[in-house]
Each structure stands twice: as C-alpha cells, then as structure tokens.
Nanobody, 127 residues
Framework: DVQLQASGGGLVQPGGSLRLSCAASGFSLSNYDMSWFREAPGKGREWVSFINVYGGYTPYADSVKGRFTISRDNAKNVVYLEMNSLKPEDTAVYSC????????????????????WGQGTLVTVSS
C-alpha cells in the first residue's frame, strides 16, 4: 500500500521541543517534494512547511518561521519536522502530504497541490 504515517506527537510544555517523523511506504520519497500541515481544534488545515526532493528549498509559514525546521532522509524514506520553542497555539494534529507534481509548480501552501495525505499525529502544548 502507498501511504504516509506521521509519528512523534505528544504533550509538551510551552517552550519545549518535539520532533515529528513522516514515514513513507509503498513508494520512494526521494522522488517527491513534501509538506507538513496542521489542523488545530475548530480551525481549518494550515500549511506549515515544504521541502523539495533535495532539501534545498524549505519555506515556512510565518507562524513557525525560526522555530520549526523541516528536513528529510531519503535513504530512510522519512521527512522530519523539528519543533522548538513550542507555544500553546501550536497545538494541532500534524500531518504530512506528498506534492502531486513531478516538477515545481508553486502554490505549496494549497491543499489541492497534494495527492497523498498521511494519518496525523497530535501535538498538545500545555502546562
């Protein structure tokens, strides 16, 4: 089966850190650009960050810039999201998604640019 599975979520205090993983199965991540999204309670899905196949282009949402870092290990078929200085407003279900183009077509924050979504992992930031 072709699928993505996010893991690494949990409960963390404000100011803490977590590292999320997105593991791919049934296909090679090395052929695809990827993104992380999040969905907070009562809100829509929000784009967090994008990484191209080589890891050299990594834009971030303004809300996480300077605190989160996206990376990938194509040999392990995994994409990561390192989250530091976490805030209560970062509480959400985080999921990864596969960019549907084989070339860069922009619009990386638009949900309709992705054709495969993983099951999310819950991150709760609370004291």
């Amino acid at each position: 089966d072709v699928q993505l599975q996010a893991s690494g979520g949990g409960l963390v205090q404000p100011g803490g850190s977590l590292r999320l993983s997105c593991a791919a199965s049934g296909f090679s991540l090395s052929n695809y650009d990827m993104s992380w999204f999040r969905e907070a309670p009562g809100k829509g899905r929000e784009w967090v960050s994008f990484i191209n196949v080589y890891g050299g282009y990594t834009p971030y949402a303004d809300s996480v810039k300077g605190r989160f870092t996206i990376s990938r290990d194509n040999a392990k078929n995994v994409v990561y999201l390192e989250m530091n200085s976490l805030k209560p407003e970062d509480t959400a279900v985080y999921s990864c998604a596969r960019y549907r183009h084989s070339y860069f077509a922009g619009q990386v924050s638009s949900l309709d640019q992705y054709n495969l979504w993983g099951q999310g992992t819950l991150v709760t930031v609370s004291s």
